[in-house]
């Protein structure tokens, strides 16, 4: 790869690895996570960070997150007029019933590390925490499959868990931006949050050739971005993201 687009890219890694890159000025859902630095809340805050990032901070400053530790009944009813964009307030009532629920029984990290040490594979560690969550209640809307995702074992043509692979950087690498909460992972393994603006960015820097946007897509710009850094691809992800956003490219 051209080392120019490596130095350019190195540069802009550093001028966003700042704190001041996610603040009330510069919103970022993880802005919301970072105030808790809770695994379970951070799930929640990149689960519905989609759409316009004022209205998903505007979202997720709505929540009760104390409703994770709270009954069945007094999540139903705090949360009965929350609703966001495709989730309807029986989705979000759900999410937060087999949150709480999950967290009685075991950790996100754990169901998560049970299945990625298998292959270190990620995408396995995070079917098994779709699974785990549909599980442990049992709910079905359009809306709800969108926030949770659904598990395929296709890369080509399917969804690219962008919000869960985001999550997972938040959990897995430590800087000024990311919390680090997780341990033992590498974070060699971890795949790009794939989201319009990285795919758009990245294709018209030449680090991404495929087109269609989908799992595979995160997967080759992933391997495309190792070149740069073997050990961590992943740093790149949030000054693409920012260079996209602001249409610096």
């Known amino acids: 790869?051209?080392?120019?687009?490596?130095?350019?890219?190195?540069?802009?890694?550093?001028?966003?690895?700042?704190?001041?890159?996610?603040?009330?000025?510069?919103?970022?859902?993880?802005?919301?996570?970072?105030?808790?630095?809770?695994?379970?809340?951070?799930?929640?805050?990149?689960?519905?960070?989609?759409?316009?990032?004022k209205q998903i901070v505007k979202f997720l400053d709505s929540l009760d997150f104390a409703l994770l530790k709270k009954s069945d009944a007094e999540i139903e009813k705090s949360l009965q007029n929350h609703y966001y964009r495709f989730q309807k307030s029986k989705d979000v009532i759900a999410l937060f019933i087999a949150l709480k629920r999950l967290k009685k029984k075991d950790t996100l990290e754990d169901i998560f590390k049970d299945a990625y040490n298998k292959n270190k594979n990620v995408i396995e560690g995070i079917h098994a925490l779709i699974q785990k969550i549909y599980s442990l209640y049992p709910h079905t809307s359009q809306g709800y499959n969108f926030l949770i995702g659904k598990i395929s074992i296709?890369?080509?043509?399917?969804?690219?868990?962008?919000?869960?692979?985001?999550?997972?950087?938040?959990?897995?690498?430590?800087?000024?931006?990311?919390?680090?909460?997780?341990?033992?992972?590498?974070?060699?393994?971890?795949?790009?949050p794939l989201d319009t603006h990285t795919f758009?960015?990245?294709?018209?820097?030449?680090?991404?050739?495929?087109?269609?946007?989908d799992l595979q897509s995160a997967i080759e710009l992933t391997k495309t971005l190792k070149k740069f850094d073997k050990k961590d691809p992943l740093k790149y992800d949030f000054a693409l993201y920012r260079i996209g956003q602001e249409k610096i490219v």
């Not at 296709?154 to 680090?180: C, E, P, Q």
């Open 154 to 192: 296709k890369t080509k043509g399917s969804g690219a868990l962008k919000r869960w692979m985001m999550f997972l950087r938040w959990m897995v690498r430590k800087d000024n931006i990311d919390m680090g909460l997780w341990k033992g992972i590498d974070k060699a393994d971890l795949i790009m």
């Open 200 to 213: 758009n960015v990245s294709l018209k820097l030449g680090l991404l050739k495929r087109r269609t946007y």
């Open 1 to 53: 790869m051209p080392s120019l687009l490596k130095q350019r890219l190195d540069l802009e890694v550093k001028k966003r690895n700042t704190s001041d890159e996610v603040s009330e000025s510069n919103l970022d859902p993880i802005l919301v996570a970072h105030r808790y630095k809770d695994p379970t809340i951070s799930l929640v805050c990149a689960l519905f960070a989609y759409g316009n990032v």
